[in-house]
């Protein structure tokens, strides 16, 4: 089973901050099959980005995944209001399809 | 638009059955692209995928090795839903237990339909 680990577990930031977000796997996560997903309280996760870098259909342009292997990223260019949420990466290269653990991003 | 709404029980007591339903509107449980998949959510466990059953020319079924022996995921084609069915549950079990679609892009690993989740308590 491959183990993902999110840092920081918490990250407090101001609207307009740029926001940065690690995933690292416990082995390599094969054909970068690797996503991000938001959740809101009181809310089913939504997928944000897939194969580490492709944005979900309507999801704004300031999100975006990087990393390959073993290390992955998701990087929140400039934060909205709406942005403070926790995040999840989740790998689905190999079942069973691992979730980590999740950062909360709050407001400063 | 892909929409999936879940039913069952609150409450379950130790040592017996937990069973949730997931009723699929906008799409087909015999897709054969999609696969039809259950997760759950607890402080202690975080998100925690347990399994899923789709069809390619004939049914599959993929559980997490953590509930195995004790999960069955089950289509019912003619109500055009999915079950899930865990026994012999411990208060460790308390969770809120999403279903979910994998589809997207053709993916049947991307999850991107989800239930409204159900929180399911187990206690005597």
New interface residues.
Partial sequence: ?IVLTQSPDTLSLSPGERATLSCRASQSVSST?L?W?QQKPGQ??R?LI?GASSR?TGIPDRFSGSGSGTDFTLTISRLEPEDFAVY?C?Q?GS????????TKLEIK | QVQLQQSGPGLVKPSQTLSLTCAISGDSVSSNSAAWNWIRQSPSR????LGRTYYRSKWYN?Y???VKSRITINPDTSKNQFSLQLNSVTPEDTAVY?C?RGG??G?S????Y????TLVTVSS
């Fill in positions: 089973e099959y996503a997903y089913a996760p997928l897939y979900a999840f989740q689905y079942s069973p399809y691992t979730f980590g653990q999740g | 975080g998100l925690e995928w993929d997490a090795a953590s999403y979910a997207y892009g993916n690993r991307l999850f991107d989800w239930g409204q989740g």
